[in-house]
């Protein structure tokens, strides 16, 4: 199939310009994303391509790592519209001055600071990029993630380029030299548990939640009925939820909801979890019959993809016994992948998988299959708005 000509997308680029500008309506701004990266491919020659492949965006991602060990992007945030001279930011930083203009010379070119007046500025990504969540995703993917990507090649040459079959023999256990699976190297390598817990809450930040597309009130809501004898008495239980960031997002929206909510996750994560007073907080491994019976729902976010078939199958039975029949709901949040047109959120959760779980984002036939293996039955698919592949 050959590429839409440039005029055909600036076209798109302009009826998709106005759409956004005049609705602001979720996948907008998305569908602009896209068609601005087609633009880019459409008119990008290859010694331009390696360059910004290679070596431009290796090197800013290389700078960003580093703003992060000097507290750059809070400096400029915090000299708020006044900006700093680069003599002041050296001195804040601690980096030489002529190494850090060099920096900070690329990353205006590439459009995360401004240089205007003499002073160096944040820009509203760099602002946002200092927050603590977003520095602790940027140590996650840089010292983590990125390794397992780079030894993609060595790996695959050196495995026949199959795909990798067990959780403790992948791209990311090659690259960090350890046979633990990645759950367990977490715990045992510090800070990397604590910077992934923040990664998980900030990775989709901006992005519609489930709440706002399922309905909450019909169907989790409306019928909440809890039983007398104690069970049943929780709305909602979030299986492996991490430091509670769904819940604490969800108790916003929903303030008024009946029932208790449930934080669940391994030991570590919840010893780190902020105590909230919105939900309680327990210790349960997912591979184990669930404690809390009778739930009006159960929501596991992101947990089944990072699991094999068989795994999966095994985290959903040890769910069932705990559902009343025709009452419980389970709730899984996960990408459905389209095999004609994958999107860019799937196929890079689907390198995730095959760098640091040995799986793969699952398509519906997929879900399907496990679902019903564990004997459970699917009543219905909602899509986030705005495509990415998620559902729910
Ligand atoms: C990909 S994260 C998803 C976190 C959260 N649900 C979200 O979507 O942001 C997977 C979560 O599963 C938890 N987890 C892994 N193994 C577990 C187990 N055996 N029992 C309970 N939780 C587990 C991890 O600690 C992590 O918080």
New binding site residues.
Partial sequence: MSSPSVSALLERIAAAGKAYEKTQEAGTREDLIDLGQSLVAALEIPSEFIQRSFWSEPAKSAHIRLAVDVQLFQHLRDAGAGGLAPEELASKTGVEVLLLQRVLRHLTSTKVAVFKGGKWHGTPLSDGLAEQKYQHSISFCYDVARPSFNGFPAYFQATGYKQPTFLTDGPFQAAHQTALPF?DWLVATPPHLAHF?SF??AYRAGKPDWWDFYPVTERLAAGFAPGADGDGDALLV?????RG??LAGFARVHGAHPGRLVL???EP?IAAAEKSDRFEAQV????TPQPVRGARAYA????LH?WGDAEGVRILENLRPALKRGYSRVLL?EIVLFEETPTLAATSMDMMMLAHFAVKERTERDWRAIIEKAGLRVVKIYSLPGGGGESH
Avoid: P, T
Wanted: proline fraction near 0%; charged fraction near 30%; glycine fraction near 12%.
């Fill in positions: 759950f817990d998980m809450s979030d299986v492996g939820g991490g960031h769904d669940q996750d391994r994560v349960h491994d997912f591979f596991l976010h992101s947990i990072d949040n």
